[in-house]
């Protein structure tokens, strides 16, 4: 299965990061479309961060260019690529550790209201800032958690808090980077789920080392190796070409 430009909602030509010579990403091509969870996978070093530091604008491309919705944003920078809507998540430090799940999850929704009204999606117009913020705790598992200070929660319910933060901006594509680092089963599987559902009418990028997750969540698959792309397709394609496996072996971490 292959993406054509025309289905991408987010695209990358000819993507090049050098480092002080050094080749991290090279003329990579890459379509990611509307609606779908996209994995970006591959053995240590192959460039999985590079490529989404490079997509999400904080990093600068040697060469390529990256096309949002049709509009070249290889030039745009990180705050205004988040105002067009391509959001990245998992910056811990965006949580508060001191004021409670609800009032983070409150400073979001106001600092969203700041960022302009292209976010607002129609149907949620009406709704107060109360009433969607306790929308997007229940969206993320944590009613019961609302009055507790964000400091007290566990690490993968922290990463559900900070998913309400991201999704209070109400971006249409969300980018993680190692959504599950750190987590036990237990929260794997919470934050699985709610991945799942935020995607329902969003598209979602993300750099995944664990294979079940990619598996059991992603509709398509880029494997990197040595900063270019060694195989795409879905998730059964990608994990029985061989030179995928081979890529793989000898690096256990992964
Ligand atoms: N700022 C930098 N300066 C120099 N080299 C870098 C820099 N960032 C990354 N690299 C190199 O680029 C290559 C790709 O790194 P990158 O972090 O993108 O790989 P990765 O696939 O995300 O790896 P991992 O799975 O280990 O996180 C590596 O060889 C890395 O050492």
């Known amino acids: 299965m292959s993406v054509s430009p025309q289905e991408a909602i987010l695209s990358a030509r000819g993507l090049t990061k050098e480092f002080f010579g050094f080749t991290a990403v090279n003329s990579v091509d890459l379509d990611v479309r509307e609606n779908t969870i996209h994995a970006l996978i591959g053995p240590n070093g192959a460039g999985k961060t590079t490529v989404f530091n490079l997509l999400t604008k904080f990093l600068t491309p040697t060469s390529g260019t990256i096309t949002f919705r049709g509009k070249d944003i290889t030039k745009v920078k990180p705050a205004d690529v988040a105002r067009l809507g391509l959001v990245r998540s998992f910056q811990i430090s965006a949580v508060f550790p001191h004021l409670t799940v609800l009032d983070n999850v409150r400073v979001a929704?106001?600092?969203?209201?700041?960022?302009?009204?292209?976010?607002?999606?129609?149907?949620?117009?009406?709704?107060t800032l109360d009433d969607r913020a306790h929308?997007?705790?229940?969206?993320?598992?944590?009613?019961?958690?609302?009055?507790?200070?964000?400091?007290?929660?566990?690490?993968?319910?922290?990463?559900?808090?900070?998913?309400?933060?991201?999704?209070?901006?109400?971006?249409?594509?969300?980018?993680?980077?190692?959504?599950?680092?750190?987590?036990?089963?237990?929260?794997?599987?919470?934050?699985?789920?709610?991945?799942?559902?935020?995607?329902?009418?969003?598209?979602v990028v993300m750099v995944e080392h664990n294979l079940n997750v990619v598996a059991d969540l992603c509709d398509y698959v880029t494997v990197l190796a040595r900063g270019e792309i060694l195989a795409e397709g879905d998730y059964e394609t990608v994990s029985s070409d061989a030179r995928v496996r081979e890529a793989y072996m000898g690096s256990e971490d992964d």
């Open 135 to 203: 929308e997007l705790i229940e969206a993320v598992g944590l009613a019961e958690y609302a009055n507790l200070d964000a400091a007290e929660l566990s690490y993968g319910r922290k990463r559900a808090l900070e998913i309400a933060t991201t999704l209070a901006l109400d971006p249409p594509v969300l980018l993680f980077d190692e959504p599950m680092a750190g987590m036990g089963i237990e929260d794997i599987g919470r934050i699985s789920a709610l991945i799942k559902r935020i995607a329902r009418d969003r598209t």
């Open 109 to 127: 929704l106001q600092r969203k209201a700041h960022l302009g009204t292209q976010f607002w999606r129609s149907s949620r117009v009406l709704h």
